[in-house]
């Protein structure tokens, strides 16, 4: 469980610091002159590798359900690695022209594919590895490496913050924040290569063509998509915050940091024990219990941050949220892994994963930030978490489980 989840960590680790760096990268990969068109171009350039994501899913995830879950796991953490050096080693705008960017897109592109592919093989490889009355606590592990990446990607920050000047981070500083992520790459591949492999040898020969996989198993993809909606705007919203407290509430950045390291802390530690509790009372309903919570205090909580917009204020509501999110997204894993047959586990995680992400995820900050601009109503924030987590517990509700896939629920403990 602990290997697999050092790619989950690299990833969200990546994502968390080329937002807060976006700034410095904009003006170091793109033509100087207009800062703000600099920006845009970063930010489009980061929501392109989203893009990549299913695609990653596909391909990789193919590849785990063929060959086997740990050489999939070894290949994305190699690849997301090097779209990571990527980001360290790319010579400025100012020494190589438009090579600068073109180079970083390929680097964006990459990261984005394997980490589609990174998804569906480390929770399926988690969940396999462990008797079945403890999946649902191996399916939280994925989700606690999250806020282990968001808490890591905060301290960085803070430490450069604290020993560079603003125009030295500008300068040059912001690419160590890249190399602390290439660290996480050589341990998490020696530890990934000493695992034993989970793929049964018996499913090797079953060659059922993707596309009538993809045929067969299209609503289960759908369903696992719905299930995922809640997961991830609750995650990207909560990366968000920090950017809300800061030009919203405008506090600090130093109390923003604050926030997100006591968000990150209470993940790490409310996921995992909120899978030992679903192991015994049943993923589902836990899951329902997190998104019916939230549902019901988001808006009161938000609305009491904007009241009081304090660093005590801004440390209780994120974790608060942090425990209701954290009900339901340590058995999301679980949940779209245990809908799908051996043969195709990583291949519709992943799939389904990659595609909330790419669509419900990596536009959510965007979405958000228009949303406030246009309405000009700082709490719409609760109403769109609201409605993520309205949408997926109707899901988790009204999903009946198939025939073709109700002894693989069963294998898993669903209740």
């Not at 996480?184 to 090797?204: D, N």
Request: charged letters at 10%; aromatic letters at 12%.
């Amino acid at each position: 469980m602990f290997a697999t989840m050092f790619g989950n960590i690299l990833e969200i680790y990546d994502f968390v610091a080329y937002g807060i760096f976006a700034v410095p990268i904009s003006k170091t990969f793109f033509p100087a002159g207009n800062d703000l068109f600099a920006l845009i171009l970063t930010l489009v350039t980061f929501a392109v590798g989203f893009l990549a994501r299913p695609i990653g899913a596909l391909v990789i995830g193919r590849y785990a359900d063929r060959v086997g879950r740990k050489k999939a796991l070894s290949l994305t953490l190699n690849m997301m690695g090097l779209g990571t050096l990527v980001m360290v080693a790319t010579p400025s705008y100012a020494a190589i022209g438009f090579a600068a960017p073109c180079i970083i897109l390929m680097g964006r592109l990459l990261q984005g594919f394997s980490a589609g592919g990174e998804i569906g093989s480390a929770i399926t490889f988690a969940i396999e590895s462990v008797p079945k009355h403890r999946r649902a606590f191996a399916s939280s592990i994925q989700k606690a490496a999250q806020g282990a990446g968001v808490l890591l990607t905060a301290l960085v920050g803070l430490s450069l913050s604290s020993i560079f000047t603003d125009a030295q981070i500008n300068a040059w500083a912001w690419r160590l924040v890249f190399v602390v992520g290439l660290l996480i790459v050589p341990v998490g591949l020696y530890i990934r290569r000493s695992l034993p492999e989970t793929f049964h040898a018996g499913t090797r020969g079953r060659e059922t063509g993707l596309l009538s996989q993809l045929g067969k198993f299209k609503g289960l993809v759908a369903y696992g998509v719905l299930v995922e909606i809640f997961a991830t705007v609750s995650a990207y919203v909560a990366n968000y915050f920090t950017t809300y407290a800061t030009h919203e509430l405008h506090m600090p950045l130093a109390k923003g940091y604050v926030g997100q390291i006591a968000f990150s802390l209470t993940v790490m530690i409310a996921t995992p024990i909120s899978g030992i509790i679903a192991d015994r009372f049943g993923y589902r309903r836990i899951m329902l219990i997190g998104a019916v919570a939230t549902a019901m205090f988001i808006y009161p909580l938000i609305a009491y941050l904007n009241a009081n917009p304090t660093v005590h204020a801004l440390i209780g509501v994120r974790v608060a949220i942090a425990i209701m999110s954290s009900l339901y997204g340590a058995c999301t894993g679980l949940a779209l892994a245990s809908i799908f047959p051996e043969d195709f586990r990583a291949t519709g995680t992943g799939l389904a994963y990659s595609i909330g992400v790419t669509f419900f995820g990596g536009f959510t900050p965007a979405i958000v930030a228009t949303l406030i601009g246009f309405t000009g109503n700082k709490l719409i924030i609760g109403y769109y978490v609201m409605a993520a987590a309205l949408i997926s517990s109707t899901a988790l509700v009204l999903g009946a489980r198939r025939n073709r896939t109700a002894s693989a629920e069963r294998a898993y403990g669903a209740r």
